[in-house]
């Protein structure tokens, strides 16, 4: 099955730049998209086709991929982005795949 | 405006069998490139892929769980429908039913705001 490897954690101080990643075999020739989940309420996506963002989603947020690994890069960190963060994929054979998620803690 | 939101019991006894229903306004699921799909979150944990229905009625099943899952849809009424049979207290968490927009392979791009099951007896 496949896999999307992410970190656990992150730690952020207010108005640094944070980087989450999210590693995966041939994630390079997948679309990866980004949600993220404060505490009690549904996902909601942040970046998607890679780097694209929603409407509505700040400019702060952006996603990149380079080998076998997206990135997603929260600029000038705010308390409000304290939140977790997921990435997903869709394979051939997994289908809907999601990684472990992210901590994002900002200090 | 696209919303979603599911519905069913909050208390399952184990053994049983958890019928959910996604009920969705705003799209059509006649649409080539949408699908609805469920996803759950035991407390704490990660978000967990359940399955998948397509414009076509094509079905997908996280293969973990493939034998106790089937997704469907009725059509007239705007819904999908999830079962998940011979439920267990590991099965407890938040179920959530979301839109895939334009193909098999776009974001989640709306979701429901969950529907909490509890399993125990």
């Known amino acids: 099955s496949y896999v999307l490897t992410q970190p656990p954690s992150v730690s952020v101080a207010p108005g640094q730049t944070a980087r989450i990643t999210c590693g995966g075999n041939?994630?390079?020739?997948?679309?990866v998209h980004w949600y993220q989940q404060r505490p009690g309420q549904a996902p909601v996506v942040v970046v998607y086709?890679?780097?694209d963002r929603p409407s509505g989603i700040p400019e702060r947020f952006s996603g990149s991929k380079s080998g076998s690994t997206a990135t997603l890069t929260i600029s000038r960190v705010e308390a409000g982005d304290e939140a977790d963060y997921y990435c997903?994929?869709?394979?051939?054979?997994?289908?809907?795949?999601f990684g472990g998620g992210t901590k994002l803690t900002v200090l | 405006q696209v919303t979603l939101r599911e519905s069913g019991p909050a208390l399952v006894k184990p053994t049983q069998t958890l019928t959910l229903t996604c009920t969705f306004s705003?799209?059509?699921?006649?649409?080539?490139?949408?699908?609805v799909t469920w996803l759950r979150q035991p407390p704490g944990k990660a978000l967990e892929w359940l399955a998948l229905?397509?414009?076509?009625?094509?079905?997908y099943y996280s293969p973990s769980l493939k034998t106790r899952l089937t997704i469907s849809r009725d059509t007239p009424k705007n819904q999908v429908v999830l079962t998940l049979t011979n439920m267990d207290p590991v099965d407890t968490g938040t179920y959530y039913c979301?839109?895939?927009?334009?193909?098999?392979?776009?974001?989640?791009?709306?979701w429901g705001q969950g529907s909490m099951v509890t399993v125990s007896s």
């Open positions: 086709d890679d780097s």
């Open positions: 229905i397509d414009w076509d009625e094509d079905k």
């Open positions: 997903h994929v869709w394979d051939t054979s997994s289908f809907v795949v």
């Open positions: 041939t994630i390079a020739t997948k679309p």
């Open positions: 705003g799209f059509s699921l006649n649409t080539g490139g949408t699908c």
């Open positions: 979301a839109r895939i927009g334009s193909r098999k392979d776009s974001a989640l791009d709306v």
